[in-house]
């Protein structure tokens, strides 16, 4: 419970500071590009095909064959794509994304790459 204030606290915080600072133009234009659109992607660990929606209100749903995850996510100003999982045994995560025709290079933050997805406009999940 402490945990989840504790993130709850961090994204509010966040989300006022572009405000109270001005945000970048990097973190204005990956916001943009990947808000309320959906990643396809096959997930490097499960092998399977994965989804995760990112929502206009710092929401994503991501959807893994017969089970939905959710939680928050957030851009940095250097334009990393931040993800806060709702399962507090799932650290955070932030990843550099690299776009190239049509496909989503996300890369882990020493370099490696995390995953390669398609970008889709809309929510996209599957519905189970």
């Given amino acids: 419970m402490i ?11 966040s989300l006022a500071a572009p405000a109270l600072a001005g945000s970048s133009s990097t973190q ?18 499960s092998k399977l095909e ?12 991501r959807y893994v064959p017969c089970e939905f995850q ?4 957030s851009v940095t100003d250097d334009g990393k794509v931040c993800i806060i999982e709702n399962d507090e045994t799932i650290p955070p995560a932030c990843y550099t994304p690299r776009t190239r025709n049509g496909a989503v290079t996300f890369l ?3 370099g490696e790459v995390a995953f390669i997805s398609k970008l889709q406009k809309g929510f996209r999940l599957p519905f189970g």
């Fill in 108 to 110: 882990k933050p020493g």
């Fill in 70 to 73: 959710d939680g928050l996510w």
């Fill in 28 to 45: 204005e234009a990956v916001s943009k590009q990947f808000t309320d659109h959906t990643f396809v992607y096959i997930d490097p660990v």
């Fill in 3 to 13: 945990r989840r204030l504790f993130f709850s606290a961090a994204l509010l915080l």
């Fill in 50 to 61: 994965t989804y995760i929606y990112l929502g206009r209100f710092g929401t994503f749903d």
